[in-house]
């Protein structure tokens, strides 16, 4: 079924402009992709029988505009779960000591699955309070712990950022990503913990050929038409445009920032458009999915808890 509709709109969406050919890559429709895995939760929750139901916490140091962006948008799809999930705010000031120790009351408490809401403030040793997540509540993946089982190709739960952008190449036409990377070039440009660097390993471990980029890489531009697959996560906005693409390649924007009061990727949409054959775009793209697979996690952590 996948396949016909990638070939359905992939004939609907080309044209002719001015007497030139034009093919305008496919937008991945994340908001679908991310309401399909939210209905298939639903309906395996409503054969397990709870006594209370699963619960979620989330530690939120301060406040930022993009973790309120993130935060609000897991409030309404655990409404749509009927998931009871709980903010536990601290001041930005806060010291990592002191956090630590809060975390530890926290992990008393019932909860099927704790996250740290990122970023942290500058100060606060931030692998230091991830490590502090029990792996049976780690949901997120991002303990040493799981980082460790993820890099020895070891894990039977991936970060939902990781798991959305190997869906996304599944809905750009890849069968299995994690077999049919082999002889591809990948470009990731950004190295943070929670996409660069996972992201390359989990890559590497299935065979890709790997480039990857961060803010001291010199002519950006030469690597990242490179790429076969091409995924930006810096959060520097509209980083990336279409003179920087590889015709026909599959792009997935894993930035984030606000400007002038709107969410925008580090992709120029427009432009890479006209030279990709797929696009994952911000807003819309990778966010809705990633949502969705965090809570996908907190079922499996339950599941893989109760055996």
Same mark, same amino acid.
């Given at each position: 079924?996948?396949?016909?509709?990638?070939?359905?709109?992939?004939?609907?969406?080309?044209?002719?402009?001015?007497?030139?050919f034009?093919?305008?890559?496919?937008?991945?429709?994340?908001k679908?992709?991310?309401q399909?895995i939210?209905?298939?939760?639903?309906?395996?929750?409503?054969t397990?029988?709870?006594?209370?139901?699963?619960?979620?916490?989330i530690?939120?140091?301060?406040?930022?505009?993009?973790?309120e962006?993130?935060?609000k948008?897991?409030?309404k799809?655990?409404?749509?779960?009927?998931?009871?999930?709980? %903010?536990? &705010?601290?001041?930005?000031?806060?010291?990592?000591?002191?956090?630590?120790?809060?975390?530890?009351?926290i992990?008393?408490?019932?909860?099927n699955?704790?996250?740290?809401?990122?970023?942290?403030p500058?100060?606060?040793?931030?692998?230091?309070?991830?490590?502090?997540i029990?792996?049976?509540?780690?949901?997120?993946?991002?303990a040493?712990?799981?980082?460790?089982?993820?890099?020895?190709?070891?894990?039977?739960i991936l970060?939902?950022?990781?798991?959305?952008?190997?869906l996304?190449?599944?809905?750009?036409?890849?069968n299995?990503?994690?077999?049919?990377?082999?002889?591809?070039?990948?470009?990731?440009?950004?190295?943070?913990?929670?996409?660069?660097?996972?992201?390359?390993?989990i890559?590497?471990?299935?065979?890709?050929? %790997?480039?990857?980029? &961060?803010?001291?890489?010199?002519?950006?531009?030469e690597?990242t038409?490179?790429?076969?697959?091409?995924?930006?996560?810096?959060?520097?906005?509209?980083?990336?445009?279409?003179?920087?693409?590889?015709?026909?390649?599959?792009?997935?924007?894993?930035g984030?920032?606000?400007?002038?009061?709107?969410?925008v990727?580090?992709?120029?949409?427009?432009?890479?458009?006209?030279?990709?054959?797929?696009?994952?775009?911000?807003?819309?793209?990778?966010?809705?999915?990633t949502?969705?697979?965090?809570?996908?996690?907190?079922?499996?952590?339950?599941?893989? &808890?109760?055996?």
């Amino acid at each position: 079924m996948l396949a016909i509709e990638i070939l359905r709109r992939s004939l609907a969406e080309k044209y002719y402009l001015n007497n030139t050919f034009i093919i305008m890559a496919i937008i991945i429709d994340g908001k679908k992709i991310a309401q399909e895995i939210l209905e298939d939760i639903k309906n395996e929750l409503s054969t397990i029988k709870f006594k209370k139901g699963l619960r979620l916490g989330i530690i939120l140091v301060g406040d930022n505009d993009a973790s309120e962006s993130f935060i609000k948008q897991k409030k309404k799809v655990a409404n749509f779960l009927g998931i009871k999930m709980k %903010i536990f &705010n601290f001041p930005k000031n806060i010291t990592t000591r002191k956090l630590r120790k809060e975390i530890q009351k926290i992990k008393k408490m019932r909860l099927n699955g704790l996250i740290i809401q990122l970023p942290l403030p500058g100060h606060i040793n931030k692998q230091y309070i991830l490590n502090s997540i029990p792996p049976e509540l780690d949901v997120d993946c991002l303990a040493e712990n799981s980082v460790k089982k993820l890099y020895a190709n070891n894990y039977k739960i991936l970060p939902p950022t990781i798991e959305g952008i190997f869906l996304i190449l599944k809905h750009s036409g890849i069968n299995d990503p994690r077999n049919d990377l082999k002889g591809k070039t990948v470009v990731i440009v950004g190295t943070g913990d929670l996409i660069g660097k996972p992201l390359a390993v989990i890559m590497i471990n299935n065979g890709a050929t %790997i480039c990857v980029c &961060n803010e001291y890489t010199k002519d950006l531009k030469e690597k990242t038409l490179l790429g076969d697959i091409l995924v930006s996560g810096t959060g520097k906005a509209k980083l990336i445009n279409g003179d920087m693409i590889k015709e026909g390649a599959i792009v997935i924007d894993a930035g984030f920032s606000i400007k002038d009061g709107k969410i925008v990727g580090d992709i120029e949409k427009e432009s890479v458009s006209k030279k990709a054959s797929f696009v994952s775009p911000v807003p819309g793209g990778l966010g809705p999915i990633t949502t969705a697979l965090l809570f996908k996690n907190l079922l499996k952590k339950y599941k893989l &808890n109760k055996i």
